[in-house]
């Protein structure tokens, strides 16, 4: 059983992850935070007297869900998922992950130059318009395994689907987004 500190501690963890990840699905950083708000009030009022290591899991079907009905209420499926590390190189270093080296960095800010800062912009910028392209489940599958960084089993839990679905999804997307980029010009 969670203790309200426990609780409160693992809500606190996971908020700035949960927002980002809802924000890159609304676009719409009020509606985010409704969903980050309402799927932590859920958690507390229907989970919050489970174990604290089944809190994490529970909280990421929570959150999935509430952003679903965030949809099904608007009608829209315009969501953007945001995750390259898939797209690293086979004989690269497994660590890479091409927000992080695109993001607005200090240290990168002190030492590019703005045409450099420009171009990593608009790369950004058409990375996101081809993640919005992706059908919805294999956003949801590719931002849970390389954004969330979730195995396999953890995804299809809190996907309610199976492994193998999960499996196909993150294959379809990575696909798909590694043929689009290519198409224009963007090696990774």
Same mark, same amino acid.
């Given at each position: *059983?969670?203790?309200?500190? +426990? !609780?409160?501690?693992?809500? /606190? ?5 949960? $927002? /980002?990840?809802?924000?890159?699905? %609304?676009?719409? +950083? #009020? ?10 009030? /859920? @958690? ?5 007297? /489970? ?5 994490? *899991?529970?909280? =990421? ?6 952003? !679903? &009905?965030? $949809? ?7 969501? @953007? ?15 890479? &992950? ?5 993001? &607005? ?6 030492? #590019? ?16 318009? #081809?993640? =919005? =392209? ?7 599958? $590719? ?6 960084? *979730? &195995? %396999?089993?953890?995804?299809? !839990?809190? *996907? ?16 798909? @987004? ?11």
């Amino acid at each position: *059983m969670a203790t309200e500190q +426990e !609780l409160s501690e693992f809500l /606190k963890s996971v908020e700035k992850r949960a $927002f /980002k990840r809802s924000f890159y699905h %609304v676009r719409n +950083e #009020e509606s985010a935070l409704d969903i980050v708000q309402e799927s932590m009030m /859920k @958690l507390a009022e229907h989970y919050g007297d /489970k174990p604290p290591a089944e809190l994490p *899991m529970l909280y =990421q079907r929570i959150l999935s869900n509430c952003t !679903l &009905d965030w $949809f099904r209420r608007n009608k829209s499926r315009n969501a @953007l998922f945001s995750n390259m590390s898939d797209f690293e190189g086979a004989g690269e270093d497994k660590d890479f &992950d091409l927000l992080e080296s695109l993001s &607005d960095d200090s240290q990168l800010v002190q030492t #590019e130059s703005a045409q450099d800062s420009t171009q990593r912009a608009q790369i950004l910028r058409e990375i996101e318009k #081809e993640i =919005q =392209q992706l059908p919805m489940r294999q956003r949801e599958a $590719f931002v849970m395994r390389y954004w969330e960084e *979730m &195995d %396999v089993t953890e995804t299809a !839990l809190a *996907m309610g689907c199976s492994e193998g679905s999960v499996k196909t999804h993150c294959s379809r997307a990575v696909h798909a @987004l590694s043929t689009a980029l290519r198409a224009k010009g963007i090696t990774i």
